[in-house]
């Protein structure tokens, strides 16, 4: 299983109770619970990836080498530390931030990527579904 690749949204649960949980104001919130964001992950070798969120706000450009701390910004601009650590087909994502402990799985199979988000302080789960875009 290969986990590079372009990944298109499709679906969301739970979303806006995750965004209002780590304090997410409602317009934005809003915003961001009806966005349809195109992800790219890129393998960079030597353990590292880049994953490049694309959204009608704002493109995220994280890039990371697995199991190393780096600092990165959540949609709203307030600082993170994470680490990034892979399990298999996953890609799982340790937050730590003002709004408190964030952990995000990427799951990858042929067809997509399920990504759970999951806000440890206060127990909310969302989960978003993208389907793995194919060259013609």
Excluded at 20 to 45: F, L, Q, Y
């Amino acid at each position: 299983m290969t986990i590079p690749g372009v990944y298109r949204h499709e679906s969301s649960e739970n979303l806006d109770a995750f965004f209002s949980a780590v304090g997410v104001p409602w317009v934005p919130r809003k915003i961001m619970c009806n966005s349809h964001p195109c992800v790219e992950v890129t393998d960079e070798g030597d353990d590292s990836f880049r994953i490049k969120t694309v959204t009608m706000l704002k493109t995220l450009d994280m890039k990371f080498k697995l199991g190393e701390k780096f600092e990165d910004s959540l949609m709203s601009g307030d600082k993170t530390e994470n680490v990034i650590r892979r399990e298999g087909d996953s890609l799982i994502q340790e937050q730590d931030s003002v709004k408190g402990k964030i952990v995000i799985t990427r799951a990858f199979t042929e067809a997509g990527m399920d990504m759970t988000l999951e806000h440890k302080d206060s127990g909310v789960k969302a989960t978003r579904h993208f389907r793995r875009q194919t060259t013609a």
